[in-house]
C-alpha cells in the first residue's frame, strides 16, 4: 500500500514539473524589409548620411559595420535588433541577441535600406498558451522603426549636401 501511494505520488510529482516547460518552435523566417527613399543629395552625400546613421544607429557593441563600398555605395553591418538577457538565476531563462543584416545602397538623389531577419528565430509556447521569443511580428515592428528612423535621416539637408 505504502509502494503504491509513493509511486503515485512520485508521478504526480514529474508530471507537475513536465507541465510547467514550454515548447520550443522554430518559425519560418520573414521576408527582407525594404525600403526606398527618394531625396535631393548626390551620391558622395548619400553615401556619407549613410555611414553617420550607421555609426549613431548602431550603439551596441556587438553592431558593427562590416563592410562598405564608396563606388559600388554599399554600406553593410550586423545590427542587434533584439538585445538578449543573460540570467544568473536558475528560475529566469536567459535569452539570446538577435541580429539582423542591414544593407544600405545609396546613389544620386535615392536610398534603399534592406533588414533581414535574424537567423534562428524562434517563438516559445509557456504553460498558458502565450508566446515568448522574437516572433515575426516583433521582427516587423522593430525593422519598421529602424526604416522610418532611417527614412527621416536620409531626407535631412546635410552640410554635406553643398561642398
Same mark, same amino acid.
Given at each position: 500500500?505504502?509502494?503504491?501511494?509513493?509511486?503515485?505520488?512520485?508521478?504526480?510529482?514529474?508530471?507537475?514539473?513536465?507541465?510547467?516547460?514550454?515548447?520550443?518552435?522554430?518559425? !519560418?523566417?520573414?521576408? @527582407?524589409?525594404? =525600403?526606398?527613399?527618394?531625396?535631393?543629395?548626390? *551620391?558622395?552625400?548619400?553615401? &556619407? %548620411?549613410?555611414?553617420?546613421?550607421?555609426?549613431?544607429?548602431?550603439?551596441? !557593441?556587438?553592431?558593427? @559595420?562590416?563592410? =562598405?563600398?564608396?563606388?559600388?555605395?554599399?554600406? *553593410?553591418?550586423?545590427?542587434? &535588433? %533584439?538585445?538578449?538577457?543573460?540570467?544568473?538565476?536558475?528560475?529566469?531563462?536567459?535569452?539570446?541577441?538577435?541580429?539582423?543584416?542591414?544593407?544600405?545602397?545609396?546613389?544620386?538623389?535615392?536610398?534603399?535600406?534592406?533588414?533581414?531577419?535574424?537567423?534562428?528565430?524562434?517563438?516559445?509556447?509557456?504553460?498558458?498558451?502565450?508566446?515568448?521569443?522574437?516572433?515575426?511580428?516583433?521582427?516587423?515592428?522593430?525593422?519598421?522603426?529602424?526604416?522610418?528612423?532611417?527614412?527621416?535621416?536620409?531626407?535631412?539637408?546635410?552640410?554635406?549636401?553643398?561642398?
Amino acid at each position: 500500500m505504502k509502494k503504491s501511494i509513493k509511486v503515485s505520488a512520485l508521478f504526480l510529482i514529474i508530471t507537475v514539473f513536465m507541465s510547467c516547460g514550454s515548447s520550443r518552435v522554430a518559425i !519560418a523566417t520573414p521576408d @527582407i524589409e525594404i =525600403k526606398n527613399i527618394e531625396n535631393k543629395s548626390d *551620391k558622395n552625400s548619400n553615401f &556619407i %548620411k549613410a555611414n553617420e546613421w550607421m555609426v549613431q544607429s548602431f550603439n551596441n !557593441a556587438e553592431s558593427v @559595420i562590416q563592410f =562598405k563600398d564608396k563606388d559600388a555605395g554599399i554600406v *553593410k553591418g550586423k545590427y542587434a &535588433i %533584439k538585445e538578449g538577457y543573460t540570467s544568473t538565476s536558475a528560475y529566469v531563462m536567459s535569452t539570446p541577441t538577435y541580429f539582423s543584416i542591414i544593407t544600405l545602397r545609396v546613389k544620386d538623389n535615392a536610398a534603399r535600406i534592406e533588414i533581414s531577419a535574424p537567423s534562428g528565430m524562434y517563438t516559445q509556447k509557456d504553460i498558458y498558451g502565450g508566446e515568448m521569443g522574437f516572433t515575426k511580428e516583433m521582427f516587423i515592428i522593430e525593422a519598421k522603426k529602424i526604416i522610418q528612423k532611417f527614412e527621416v535621416y536620409m531626407k535631412k539637408k546635410s552640410s554635406n549636401d553643398n561642398w
